[in-house]
């Protein structure tokens, strides 16, 4: 799980990317990618390490990004 929570932590520039295409807005920006970070680190660990295992670090990515546009 270590290598995971690594892994996520350095998707925090592309998160920000992200959702700055979803508003420009600094603060809500900068509010939405630690909520997100904050639900990645706190889900349930099985269901985190079955997208990675399935899909890899993309795969995480592109859940982090659902995860952003409904919030």
Do not use: C, P
């Not at 985190?48 to 659902?66: C, F, M, P």
């Amino acid at each position: 799980m270590k290598i995971i929570y690594e892994e996520i932590s350095k998707l925090t520039s592309k998160f920000r990317t992200m959702a700055y295409g979803l508003t420009t807005d600094k603060n809500t920006v900068d509010e939405a990618v630690q909520e997100l970070m904050l639900y990645l680190l706190q889900m349930n660990k099985e269901t985190l390490k079955s997208i990675y295992d399935k899909d890899g670090i993309d795969g995480v990515t592109r859940y982090g990004a659902v995860a952003l546009r409904r919030a």
